[in-house]
């Protein structure tokens, strides 16, 4: 394959490609590099013109051959891009329909080593399947949480009121991002009215014509800006391209409208390195109004057109099973919902509301049965009473199961002072005093949030009501944050940790006895069995993580006396 390449190569700069030279440029490692070219004419519909560009670079690369579409900017002009993740030098020639004056312009841009700190994209840990690391080498500890509506900041309020959402997530230890590519309103058919903090439906949309067919190109220059701060954050935006139940007329399947979104949004979209492309958050929702081969149909077109080798996922897997069982191998991470209400003995403990039927529950999670074993449910969990009584097994068990990064996307969420509960349903809503729900405090959440990474699962996302939604009220990253606070803790705590160098274990494994026995403790230890062998211990015993020592009947193993425990903040 690679000898065809180069011979196309060769034979385009031997023939047409010759007849076009782009200036030569130079440009950074790890940041979006864009050419812009000038067409002759235009089409009928410039928007459904799809060109391409053949890159070629060092073998080094993880992806040394390129075939990336081109997207239309307006006017005459069409604009590629590529982000460069080794330095070097790199040619490149256009492919495109005769006519147009886009065919056989070739160019190369000389890469330099990556400046400003800048990380490059995400991968999974070639050493560690669960684990994610940036293109430059460096662990990513995903600390995530939903802002399904951040790209409206800028798109209402302007560019600094966008960067200022995206520095306070920075500052509290956030760098993982849910975020849609658009979505209209959670409300029913009487919208409430458009002003702070409410930040839908937009005036501006992805589309700029009835049909569809055309594109809105400020709103997209939009989240160009917003996924360009993220980069220069070395965080990650979590970008979900469809949302079946949130009141989008989303074009018919399978139009070209359809087509011309999905393509448009791949080609502009694709090559930012700040990006894990999710084909549809809830794609198993009722409301979704797609069907799962639909979802498939995407992902294989998102994976087609995935030039760098971005991480693909699907927000709860296909029909609510948090998994991609019909096409696993077009996920190369789970994104899970994993609602464990802490306990109850009636469907009102867990959060659900006779109100809002049918119940969105996710299907076939795993769910700690009175303590004593794991089952795996494929009935909504809303209508099973009687079953929560411990979250870690759960989490234990998924980790151990998952071949792939793992994401808790979504589990608790935190009550908030401008939109309350919102919808929330399977988690439950929490606050500091439990008054929404007594079992229910914040303080819960915060240490739920901790046992996912003692589990080994990869990471998890917070939710704020007051950020969530279609409400994002900048006070949830300040005066109402809360428990939120803690997790710049927790970040900075699990950086230090080379996870791929720990695994989880199972509590009778980790510890025999501990003093007050009814304490839950939860460990990682080293695989290797170095000496000293290092052991994280989490000692969930109200606000407590502390230091202790190991007493077994049986001989103690190397590691009991070279523990330490994190501090929950």
Known sequence: MMVLYKLFIALCVLTTCSARQHSNTSASQYSLYEVRLGASQLPTNPFA?????????????????????????????????????????????????KGYGLDGIQGSVSIVAAQDGRLGAVLVDPHAPLQMIYEAGKQYTLVGIEADWLWAMGLLHGKAAMQSVVDGLDALGINHVLVQIYAHSTSGQKLPPLQPPRVSPTPTTPWASFDQQTLDLSFWRNYDDMLGMFAARNMIAHVMFFVGNKNVEWPAENSTADDIYW???????????????DVSKEAGSANAKRSVGYFIDRLRLMRSMNAHGRLLTAHSGFDWTNQCKQAPELCQVTSAQVHFPYSGDDASALGCSNSFPPLPCPLAMLTYYHSVFILRLNVSLCAVPHIYKEYYPALFQAAADATAPYINVEFFYQWGPSDGCHFSCCGSCTNSSGAQNPSGNLNFMRKVMWENYMAGITGACWYHDDLGWDVLDPRALTTTAGEMRALRTLRDFWESVPRREFVALPTDLCVASLQPSASAVHCLVRKNGSQPAEMILHVRREESARRVSQTRTAPPPPWANHCHAPSLG
């Open 263 to 277: 393509r448009y949004a791949m080609a502009r979209l694709g090559a930012h390195p700040s990006v894990v492309l």
């Open 49 to 97: 013109l799809w060109c391409h560009v053949l890159v070629s670079g060092p073998s080094t690369s993880r992806y040394p051959n390129m075939n990336i579409t081109m997207f239309y900017d307006g006017g005459t002009e069409w604009a590629w891009r590529f982000t460069p993740d080794v330095v070097g030098e790199w040619q490149w020639s256009t492919r495109c329909e």
